[in-house]
């Protein structure tokens, strides 16, 4: 028995933004239900290398399909500058939950970067107007592209306003999209107006205001993902139907740690999480609701279900490099 090596392309191949929504969305109701273990992401400071790692196990049961595996993750924030080399990189181990072989070991940058569209595109489905047309997102990084790719296939969406301080970035996602959609460059308060807004920043100061956005503007906040980031008014997250991925982790270092550090925000204000939404426990969007906003920190069972669809689909199309790497002749 081999395991499959599956770099960048491979995953970029093997991976329908579709079926990764599918399994992302499955994940999110397993662990609601309680059918999913996800221990805690777990550090290690690197301080004389300006970096640290990250540990992301977890294992998952779909009912159809269960996964196991662990996403090994850096941020070493003088990596371009000295090495030549990106500031996070991913590594995914994904195993038989039965009997514990490495399947695959893949691309786990690639596969954050999808599954974070994914988890966009699950709330906003659950949490948009059904006829939402435009689309704003502020930050054009690597993850800007993944937001449009999965939230436009479950919304039809048209328009895009991308807004960043950096112009050849958006240059290069207007020649990336602009063949597909009605892409423009515009300001934050041009993009907060669309009726779907997601921010890709790591800013620790608010940039969106809340009077910028429309009246029933749904925002999926990507940005934080450690304690202090901060991306959004908190006039907005005490208006906004409030629905996060995890309790745990959005109030440590999602886009609602600061506010609820300092008590401005409180339990009260939060009106569930996806999974609860997902498996119908709570309301998404009703008649009523007014601007929605999803607090996502991403989670490690999104890794392992978006990785779950790479392997199924490179195992059936023999894609991918198979080697060997454990000696099964050991007993």
Same mark, same amino acid.
């Given at each position: 028995?081999?395991?499959?090596?599956?770099?960048?392309?491979?995953?970029?191949?093997?991976? %329908?933004?579709?079926?990764? @929504?599918?399994?992302?969305?499955?994940?999110?109701?397993?662990?609601?239900?309680?059918?999913?273990?996800?221990?805690?992401?777990?550090? &290690?400071?690197?301080?004389?290398?300006?970096?640290?790692?990250?540990?992301?196990?977890?294992?998952?049961?779909?009912?159809?399909?269960?996964?196991?595996?662990?996403?090994?993750?850096?941020?070493?924030?003088?990596?371009?500058?000295?090495?030549?080399?990106?500031?996070?990189?991913?590594?995914?181990?994904?195993?038989?939950?039965?009997?514990?072989?490495?399947?695959?070991?893949?691309?786990?940058?690639?596969?954050?970067?999808?599954?974070?569209?994914?988890?966009?595109?699950?709330?906003?489905?659950?949490?948009?107007?059904?006829?939402?047309?435009?689309?704003?997102?502020?930050?054009?990084?690597?993850? /800007?592209? /993944?937001?449009?790719?999965?939230?436009?296939?479950?919304?039809? *969406?048209?328009?895009?306003?991308?807004?960043?301080?950096?112009?050849?970035?958006?240059?290069?996602?207007?020649?990336?999209?602009?063949?597909?959609?009605?892409?423009? /460059?515009?300001?934050?308060?041009?993009?907060?107006?669309?009726?779907?807004?997601?921010?890709?920043?790591?800013?620790?100061?608010? &940039?969106?205001?809340?009077?910028?956005?429309?009246?029933?503007?749904?925002?999926?906040?990507?940005?934080?993902?450690?304690?202090?980031?901060?991306?959004?008014?908190?006039?907005?997250?005490?208006?906004?139907?409030?629905? &996060?991925?995890?309790?745990?982790?959005?109030?440590?270092?999602?886009? @609602?740690?600061?506010?609820?550090?300092?008590?401005?925000?409180?339990?009260?204000?939060?009106?569930?999480? &996806?999974?609860? *939404?997902?498996?119908?426990?709570?309301?998404? %969007?009703?008649?009523?609701?007014?601007? /929605?906003?999803?607090?996502?920190?991403?989670?490690?069972?999104?890794? @392992?279900?978006?990785?779950?669809?790479?392997?199924?689909?490179?195992?059936?199309?023999?894609?991918?490099?198979?080697?060997?790497?454990?000696?099964?002749?050991?007993?």
């Amino acid at each position: 028995m081999q395991t499959l090596l599956l770099n960048r392309a491979d995953v970029v191949e093997n991976a %329908r933004m579709a079926d990764v @929504i599918r399994a992302v969305e499955d994940a999110f109701a397993a662990y609601e239900r309680g059918n999913a273990q996800m221990p805690a992401k777990s550090y &290690i400071d690197l301080p004389e290398y300006n970096g640290d790692f990250r540990s992301m196990p977890a294992y998952l049961n779909a009912g159809d399909w269960d996964a196991a595996g662990v996403k090994w993750v850096n941020v070493h924030t003088d990596n371009v500058e000295k090495h030549d080399l990106p500031t996070v990189m991913g590594t995914i181990i994904y195993s038989d939950p039965e009997t514990a072989f490495p399947l695959a070991v893949m691309d786990g940058t690639t596969v954050t970067r999808l599954r974070t569209g994914a988890a966009a595109a699950v709330a906003t489905d659950h949490l948009a107007v059904e006829d939402a047309t435009s689309l704003g997102i502020v930050g054009a990084g690597v993850q /800007s592209y /993944s937001q449009l790719e999965a939230i436009a296939s479950i919304r039809p *969406i048209e328009t895009v306003v991308v807004s960043d301080l950096d112009d050849e970035r958006v240059q290069a996602f207007v020649d990336r999209f602009g063949d597909a959609f009605d892409v423009r /460059s515009g300001s934050i308060e041009e993009a907060a107006a669309c009726d779907v807004l997601s921010t890709v920043t790591p800013v620790e100061s608010p &940039i969106v205001r809340r009077e910028w956005l429309g009246d029933h503007t749904h925002v999926n906040a990507m940005g934080a993902d450690a304690e202090g980031k901060h991306e959004h008014d908190d006039r907005t997250l005490l208006d906004a139907t409030l629905v &996060i991925d995890d309790y745990a982790q959005t109030t440590h270092s999602g886009e @609602i740690n600061v506010p609820w550090s300092e008590g401005t925000l409180t339990d009260e204000d939060i009106h569930g999480s &996806i999974g609860e *939404i997902v498996v119908g426990d709570r309301e998404g %969007r009703t008649a009523e609701t007014g601007i /929605s906003l999803f607090d996502s920190t991403g989670l490690a069972i999104q890794d @392992i279900a978006t990785a779950h669809v790479v392997y199924a689909h490179a195992n059936d199309n023999d894609n991918g490099d198979p080697f060997d790497l454990i000696d099964t002749r050991v007993r």
